[in-house]
């Protein structure tokens, strides 16, 4: 299984760009991982235009086959155990790729939120978007040592 980790801009604050690259290089034992930044839009458009340019350069870069997964407050939350288990479920039935996406400041648009296969929320509070892909890696990665049976997780 190929899991792609999606989002718009880079991580500049450079304790969490390393977090990020130290998580990354751990998951590659279990799994192939690549990290996809898209370049901002650098636009004076209202909101959800730039919503929906941003959302369109994420969905370039998602396959037909892909299995999408958006980052997104109103999305479904799940506990470590629950996450574990629905990654096991996509790694045993063999998902190709499984695409995490994080969309810019202004949010994802309606088109990539109705191409989504999931949509997964990290937490009821708010986060930087910089700290949510920091988030997202290590809970992946934490998912795989439950499945595992590493004692990373407890």
Request: net charge positive.
């Amino acid at each position: 299984m190929k899991i792609t980790l999606l989002w718009i801009g880079k991580t500049r604050n450079v304790h969490l760009h390393r977090l990020i690259d130290d998580y990354r290089m751990r998951l590659k034992r279990f799994c192939d991982v690549a990290l996809l930044e898209v370049q901002p839009v650098k636009t004076q458009s209202a909101k959800d235009r730039l919503a929906a340019l941003e959302s369109e350069k994420l969905l370039a870069r998602v396959g037909a086959s892909d299995y999408l997964v958006l980052l997104d407050s109103a999305g479904q939350s799940l506990t470590t155990e629950t996450f574990a288990a629905w990654l096991r479920r996509h790694r045993d039935q063999a998902t190709r790729n499984l695409v995490f996406a994080i969309g810019g400041h202004e949010g994802l648009s309606q088109a990539i939120k109705d191409r989504a296969d999931f949509s997964l929320s990290l937490s009821a509070f708010t986060f930087t978007h910089e700290m949510a892909r920091c988030l997202v890696v290590e809970q992946i990665y934490r998912a795989f040592c439950v499945i595992q049976g590493y004692p990373y997780h407890r």
